[in-house]
């Protein structure tokens, strides 16, 4: 499975950024998908997440602000990021629960992007 991120950059305080994240390869029964980030000097830390029934969750630092959504026939993820703050600056990690293989026998496994670079500048 690869998992190829999309829409990060640079902006100032208070703009608007929207993440894309597309699954590829071969995998089956694609679970919860979502988005991550790492500051620097900081653990990795969740964001959102939404599962196949399209029930989402957010980090209480970006509610009201970002949201999460996927549509399952073009395996994408994308992350609507508004009023964005300088301590929303990290990389961003696209994340993913399949199998990856063809074979519903396999184990599931979790999946992460190469990370898309985000910085709000002040």
């Known amino acids: 499975v690869q998992l190829v991120e999309s829409g990060?950059?640079?902006v100032q305080?208070?703009?608007?950024?929207?993440?894309s994240c597309v699954a590829s390869g071969t995998f089956s029964d694609l679970?919860?998908?979502?988005?991550?980030r790492?500051?620097?000097?900081?653990?990795?830390?969740?964001?959102a997440t939404i599962t196949t029934g399209h029930i989402t969750n957010?980090?209480?630092?970006?509610?009201?602000r970002f949201t999460i959504s996927?549509?399952?026939?073009?395996?994408?993820v994308w992350l609507q990021m508004n009023g964005l703050k300088p301590e929303d600056t990290a990389v961003y990690y696209?994340?993913?629960?399949?199998?990856?293989?063809?074979?519903?026998?396999d184990?599931?496994?979790?999946?992460?992007?190469?990370?898309?670079?985000?910085?709000v500048s002040s």
């Open 8 to 10: 990060g950059g640079l």
């Open 13 to 19: 305080t208070g703009g608007s950024l929207r993440l």
């Open 31 to 36: 679970k919860d998908m979502g988005w991550y």
């Open 38 to 47: 790492q500051a620097p000097g900081k653990w990795r830390e969740s964001v």
């Open 58 to 64: 957010y980090a209480d630092s970006v509610k009201g």
């Open 70 to 76: 996927r549509d399952d026939v073009k395996s994408t």
């Open 94 to 105: 696209c994340y993913a629960r399949a199998i990856g293989s063809a074979s519903l026998k």
């Open 107 to 119: 184990p599931m496994e979790d999946w992460w992007g190469q990370g898309t670079l985000v910085t």
